[in-house]
Nanobody
Framework: QVQLVESGGGLVQAGSSLRLSCAAS???????MGWFRQAPGKDRKFVAA????????YYSDSVKGRFTISRDSVKTTVYLQMNSLTPEDTAVYYC??????????????????WGQGTQVTVSS
């Protein structure tokens, strides 16, 4: 059984930074771990992903250069450092484990386990 628990969300002003954490338990090593976000009334969208073992990373164009994904294998935690936040970054952020490697890593269907989400609100 895999459990993913996100934390670190909050209310911040535009231009601020936040670091989200995803504490993972169960079988996650060797998998691709992703961060997605979902704004009210919108679909869940890909933000970033990291290969747990090799550390390779992927980013959406909207966050590239502002967000950094990383992992701590000892703590089995995946992080999302978010800088230069804007109101458009407001959403619930979810951590997920990719299981379907026939599906594109940026699609929600490629992931089987999800956390409960953490709210990020950026005020202007």
């Amino acid at each position: 059984q895999v459990q993913l628990v996100e934390s670190g969300g909050g209310l911040v002003q535009a231009g601020s930074s936040l670091r989200l954490s995803c504490a993972a338990s169960g079988r996650t090593y060797g998998y691709l771990m992703g961060w997605f976000r979902q704004a009210p009334g919108k679909d869940r969208k890909f933000v970033a992903a990291i290969n747990w073992s090799g550390g390779g990373t992927y980013y959406s164009d909207s966050v590239k250069g502002r967000f950094t994904i990383s992992r701590d294998s000892v703590k089995t935690t995946v992080y999302l450092q978010m800088n230069s936040l804007t109101p458009e970054d407001t959403a619930v952020y979810y951590c997920a484990r990719r299981s379907d490697y026939s599906a594109t890593y940026s699609t929600t269907s490629a992931y089987d386990y999800w956390g409960q989400g953490t709210q990020v609100t950026v005020s202007s």
